[in-house]
């Protein structure tokens, strides 16, 4: 379990880093917490391993009017614990589920997106806040919304020559309330099921859910509909009254999403069952924060 | 001394574990200049090999040999099996290679990194032949052979009777019979395995020196030696101080030790291969994946008259010693906790297209209980009793002691009933039911289970015998024993060293002989310094050396206390020199040598040990002069099988009573484990913190098995559970539950402190206590449980399966 045979370089700027990718077989290391081991398996034999951990400015944490702008090597433990994170609670409710604290004091944000396996957190995190990528090539930068973004199983629009610089996620606003939930077979496992709601009820009732480990990739739908034919008492309606009324059609929803053959932890269908289970709850709870969010302003 | 205080507190070991100070082996570079190897294994369950081409890896620059199946078939013999089946078992394949994972070819390079790139080159031409992995599709005759030489693959079939069991069944009232299986599951130390060997020539013939985090059985010498075809003094085994885990699963390593040997005879080098996870997943060891049937014969109040027991153990492609051995290991108490006088056992092992299993933790223990607790909870449901209360009307009471079981088991001591009393009563286990009645009401899932087992420690090697027939076993050539070897010595300014043999792996043997050793000579803790480094040429030691089977505290302290009484003697005498007395007035007590009647007319320990030393012509006649004693602790007990095939298969007979509580999501079908009771009597406590441990240890590796953990094959036989994404260990989130754990110290009056092993009690009883608690949980809904792992989506699949029916 050691890996071939590879060069390896470190360079100090974005320019530098896009020109060490033009190498053929170039690939990013950051955190290398998902490489690593595909390089000590032999599963991937890159020729040039470029390690951007040097970069100047990639690891930076901005705040802007709209987005929290999270650099490519800033650490997935340092985003749960900067208080400038909080802007988005959805990604501070996600970050305690993805791998252990060990894991995430290695792991970059973006380098879980960038990598994109169908059972992580972050992708269907930023898929659900609407977020988008900053993704650089020798011509310069180009944003990418999370919809264009994640392609396929560990796939994305990054070109083999370009990095992802940075990902932006979206600062919640008032009205707007947040749902996570996953089930693993144990604490920090790759999810078996999981789920990320955003719901807004500042004007019209929004609301979005992100499904995550039982597809290729995260599964965006709007449930507006949805969650609007639950609340038969307008912004009043009990949180239990959304999750007993959702319960009762979320297998069908759940039936729809989920779309991956069972493995040896979990079938198809006991990942249905989860994520029906998993919708009620986190819709209920999202649109309760929302409508606090709502209260707690006003 | 008659009595041991139970000790508290810190291990001698922690502080350089702790520090990152141990001496593992991977640390060690014994000797400068070893190379360096890695393996090429099979990627096929089972193919025949038509070509091998080994030129371009031994072409590739770093490369210093590269041996394949020509060489190992020439250097090495067959290993001797426990039995005569004509199943040949080498380290490496020859013609045919038998499960994924099975070694092919052994590149030897300057470094690891070069050797695998080596081993990439390495071609083999490889037929593929069907695989058989299920257990019961092996039994077949039809089903593909694995081994050409032997008739089906069936690798050995015996079937004892004890007592008249057909009469109790004509004359039972009811019958119960259980169909269980039990899965494969592994110990997964953190250390994975690693061999340094030496070949040399020498003018008389090879001598090959191993260094190895083996922790025996020590017979494992005469198999590793039998196979390279020279006497056992030429083979030297070193083993490390500090072993990272093992758990039984390290036993297994000796082929390897084999292997090296060969790669350093053809590199005309040292070689170093240390395993990694991957191979250790593959191709390391497990327990055997079993299926049985349990059957009882019972009266209208749930009293068990007989028990028939039909077990088919899974051992992987080969039968490679220690196996069949998970089928005898629990021999003597094969009738469990419970007044059983008549027995019959079919027991079968059987090879399949999956990697050799062998030792791990409770060895044969969880195989034999998940079935035999599975059916006394199924007794209960028949006679719509407790399950506590058919296990109270079955038990052997606390008058019945010594208890001949029908196998040839001596249960040496124990009170069941009052450890179970103490169980029920930790958990309120009337309350409990009253809640459980309650919770049902409200729809939630809550279940009780209980185990009750006999834990054997410290067995005796005999019971491999009965693998053979009676007729077929040679006069004169009987196995027995538990003997465990000790020297123990003191020098001239009286510091005690004391050298083990049972090469420990974690346990905190040096602890725990300190601490004895400084009680029995009435010594501070310092004044003892423990060796627990290995080398069967310098340390004592014998064919049932090692660490295994719960051995150290029954067998070792009792080594001990004979060598201490020796040393003691010596000492004595030396003392009644300086203080002008007779040796038998004295004693020895904190850190100096006294006049029982008079405390003040002392000497100290030093002083004494100095006479020894500096004065010996000053010692009085008869006393032998001699501060270092070799004790071998032989417990008569423990002797070879009889004719009757009756075998008294460890000395020592502890005990578990444990209670789990588990809640089911009626939702999501998330199991999750609320409280585990568990009352344990390993017989008298040596060391409190260390059993607890032991306690916790087993707890942990019996919730893996019984939800987590499972080595899991395709039909096609290729490994579906490889790596750690896979196979899924319980870290500290899953072994958060309630943990409420008690004592029971029925002395063992066979060991010199009463002691008995504690090592493995809870991994033979969490994994089917949690069953039963499942089981119970479910019974509303008309589930029911006969396997592990149990966890989410077996759940569900069950649930739905008892609703569509």
Redesign the interface.
Known sequence: ?????FAYCRPATVEDTVAELQREEAKVIAGGQSLVPVLA??LARPRTLVDINSVAGLGRLDLDDDALRIGATVRQRCVELDARAGVVPLLRLALPSVGHRELRSRGTVCGSLAHDDPAAELPSVLACLGGSVEITGPTGFRRVTADQFFLAAMTTATQPHELVTAAFFPIARRGEGFGFGE?A??????A?AGVCVKVSMAQAIVATIACFGVADGPVVRDVSGLLESMLTDGPDTTEDTVRDGISAVAGDLAYDIVDTDGD????R??RR??LS?LLSREIARAYHDAVRSMREVS | MTGQEAYHGARIEDPALLCGEGRFLDDLDPFPGTLVAAIVRSPHPHARIRDIDLERARSYPGVATVIGPAEVSAALKPFPLSVRTPMPYLPSAIDRARYVGEPIAVVVASNRYTAEDAADLVSVDYEPLAAVVDTRASLDPHAPRLHEDADSNIATDRTFSFGDVAAAFAGARKTVRGEYSFPRYSSTPMECYVVIADWRNTAEGPQVVAHANFHGPFSMLQVVAGSLGIPTSSFRLIVPPDIGGSFGIKAAIYPYVALMAVASKHAGRPVRWTEDRGEHLLASSAGSDREMVFEAAIDDFGVISALRVDLVDNVGAYLRPPEPSTLYRCFGNLTGAYRIAALEVRARAVVTNKAPTGLNRGFGGQQLYFGLERLIDEIAVHCELDPAEVRRRNMITADAFPYATPSGGIYDSGDYPRALSMTLENADYIGLRARQAEARVRGELVGIGLATVVDPSATNIGYVGLATPEADRQAGRGKSGSTEHVRVSVDPQGIVSVMLGTVPQGQGHATVARQVVAAQLGLPLHQVRPIVDMDTATTPWTISSGSYSSRFSPLLTSALCEATDRIAETLRAAASVLLQTDPEELELADGVIRVRSDHQRSVQFRHAAGLVHWDPGALPDGANGRLYEDAAFRPPQSTTAARTDQINSSLCYGFVAELVLVRIDPQTFELTVEQVVTTHDAGTVLNTTLLQGQVHGALVHGLGGAIYEELRYSDAGQPISATFMDYLCPTSAEASFDLVAAELQTPSPLTRLGAKGCGEGSSMSLPVALANAVADALRPLGVEIDRLPLHGDVLYRLVNRARAS
């Open positions: 379990m050691k890996a071939a045979a398996m032999r089930f077979r144990r604490h920090g496992d790759f078996l040896v932890h979990a079938s269908e006991y069952t989860l289970v």
